[in-house]
DNA sequence: GTATGCGTTAATGCATGCATTGTCAATGGC
DNA sequence: GCCATTGACAATGCATGCATTAACGCATAC
């Protein structure tokens, strides 16, 4: 699902370094809820998870602190932050801005047509999973057509801010796949969105992404506090 | 000038760890110039500089590498990474879109008196050192009006994404501070800006505030390329 | 003279040791 | 019975040791 370095900015050449192992393995545990928000864990227990000494797990610490995944407590280990409605608002208000560039400055400097295709790849997958009714797979399809949608763009630093913020709401989103209305309408966005893109209209791309997105946050937003979860 | 901690983001109640001492001091070598881009600096010497041990330095080394200030070559230490005009290209275009979202929420949420008048004084600050072309004290003054004006909102990881990359053009700004002509028709915008804060005019605060930033970007660009700068 | 290969050197990544300090609990006082 | 105080424990932050491995230099071959 991510097979770049932790950040997305020139990792390429550098080997797999422990503490890069320990990045990674964490987020995804986070991620995949296997370590559940709000839970504790020393240091010393997940090295020995991750057959390693402390060290590398607490640079990891660190690097994912400061992305905003977890907190360091000095004696309590490692929280797993749980994102609130409020989290949940203030990401994806970075994300509809940011994305919502990315889509703009796609248009605007035009895609080849493999890469378009590329693009209707993951919305006919999601057409095909909708019509399933898998959500898993519809879920894995949207994840990619973002992600590709952005790192498309040649901004390296949005593509890194948007894959961390974007790690962030997976969880949410994992979370309440099961919660929310079949995305059906979503996918007519992703299709205008593209098309905006295909035919260089960059403010037509920035205004449907950006409404696209507001959706996804109300929705989100919505279930969470319907649902009672305070935090997820 | 950044008196938070490391990334803006819950670092309140921590002590002030060697790590931290690490990320803050090398942090404004880097962005005084007194390490200069380009330049390779081995873990050691940085940890003897610092009085402290190489694994502090080193955790330090990792953050502001995530933080896309330094790359971390292995045998080759911590290289102080250069900014190119392109890379400018992408801090800007990431600082104009989130800073612009941030002047629209401020607008739509509304500002204490108390806080347009901290932005005022910024700005005839601002105008009193353009009157004695004190560029320096002009340059204080309009970090701390943009600093401000973006920490009054709501958004933390809003702020801390901005702080970021605020200090990576910094060490540019600085450079190019004496280069340029003296910013006078910029306090307008910051004007018009506040009045539409103040106003509640949320698209107007957001459209003043990306032209104002394109400028600055264009100019900075500029300058780089006309100085024959193809990095600071 | 240049290029290639090997050996030495040294810097880092990680493991571990040590000291610090907060946490938890048990005991004693009220 | 409840709360406070004190003491033991344990987890982390940082220092240091060790092994790995890349870089640099020198020698040798062409």
């Known amino acids: 699902m991510r097979p770049e370095g932790e950040n997305g900015l020139a990792n390429e050449g550098k080997p797999v370094s422990q503490v890069r192992r320990a990045v990674a393995l964490l987020r995804d545990m986070i991620i995949s809820n296997k370590l559940l928000p709000g839970s504790n864990h020393l240091e010393s227990e997940l090295a020995s ?25 000095p004696r309590r280990g490692v929280r797993i932050l749980p994102l609130s409605a409020g989290d949940m608002e203030e990401v994806y208000a970075i994300l509809t801005e940011l994305e919502s560039l990315a889509a703009h400055d796609l248009a605007r400097d035009g895609l080849s047509s493999q890469q ?3 693009l209707r790849s993951h919305i006919a997958e999601m057409e095909s999973a909708l ?41 949410a989103r994992l979370l309440t796949l099961f919660m929310r209305p079949l995305p059906v309408s979503s996918n007519a966005d ?12 960059a403010e037509r791309a920035r205004a449907i992404h950006r409404e696209h997105r507001l959706n996804a946050k109300r929705m989100m937003v919505d279930l969470i506090a319907r649902h009672g979860l305070t935090a997820v």
Chains 1, 2 share one sequence.
């Open 49 to 73: 998870m991750l057959s390693m000494s402390r060290t590398p797990v607490h640079e990891a610490a660190i690097l994912l602190e400061a992305q905003g995944l977890v907190e360091v407590v």
């Open 116 to 118: 378009l295709e590329t």
């Open 131 to 171: 019509a399933e009714e898998d959500r898993h797979r519809w879920a894995r399809a949207d994840d990619l057509f973002h992600r590709d949608l952005v790192a498309m763009g040649r901004n390296r630093r949005l593509t890194a801010i948007v894959s961390t913020y974007w790690d962030q709401v997976q969880r």
């Open 190 to 201: 992703h299709k205008a969105l593209v098309d905006a893109i295909a035919e260089g209209d």
